[in-house]
């Protein structure tokens, strides 16, 4: 599922800080209180391929080391749902980004494994990121693994990189920034603005506890 076409350009959001070598970030926020949606799988039983009944279904506590591949995303607030391809980079080292999912970049963590968990998808209107440039701080993003339990994050920041025409010392910040590993943490990346991509639109997350939230 793509997100819904913009008719025009969105305005340049003056609420996201702009993420420049040698300018202080300011303190964030604290995040609101999550209004949290009811835990379900996305797929019913009959695709998922699973035995029925509740001592069937896999738990968290079931992931193996290192975690597991994502294969769906949910933002719904934003109107995206989409699935996940697991990708590498092309002879330019760029992740390679299909068209209309959302690519998992095999070189950061798997979900549950520890540390930061990029993913990447594009804007253009009618692309599956394009509604991502509406994201909210306190919004909850949910994701299914291939064992198809459900883990749920709350953003809790979001930045722009200038990146076309930033200086190395920037697009070396930004890139810190995206791939920093130094916790479990769910980051996604798109372009912005939706038509000059002059810069990383970056969204991170982090999980909650299932418990938390009356999981598995």
């Avoid at 202080?24 to 009959?46: C, G, K, N, S, Y």
């Avoid at 699935?83 to 963590?109: C, G, K, M, W």
């Amino acid at each position: 599922m793509v997100g819904t076409p913009t008719t025009t350009p969105r305005p340049t959001r003056t609420d996201v800080f702009e993420l420049r070598a040698g300018v202080p970030t300011p303190t964030l926020a604290p995040l609101p209180e999550p209004v949290i949606p009811t835990p379900r799988f996305t797929l019913d039983p009959l695709q998922l391929n699973l035995e029925t009944g509740e001592d069937a279904q896999p738990t968290a506590r079931d992931l193996p080391p290192g975690g597991v591949y994502p294969i769906r995303i949910a933002l719904e607030d934003l109107g995206i749902l989409a699935s996940v391809l697991v990708v590498q980079t092309d002879e330019n080292f760029d992740i390679v980004t299909p068209r209309e999912e959302v690519a998992y970049y095999a070189l950061t963590s798997k979900i549950g494994g520890g540390g930061n968990t990029l993913m990447v998808g594009h804007v253009f209107p009618g692309r599956v990121f394009n509604n991502l440039l509406d994201a909210e701080v306190g919004q909850i993003i949910r994701v299914t693994d291939e064992l198809y339990n459900e883990h749920y994050y709350q953003i809790e920041e979001i930045r722009t990189i200038l990146y076309e025409e930033g200086t190395p010392e920037d697009r070396e910040l930004g890139l810190a920034y995206m791939y920093d590993n130094s916790a479990e943490r769910l980051t996604l990346v798109t372009c912005y603005p939706e038509y000059d991509w002059t810069h990383r639109f970056v969204v991170r997350a982090v999980p909650i506890n299932p418990d938390s939230i009356g999981g598995r």
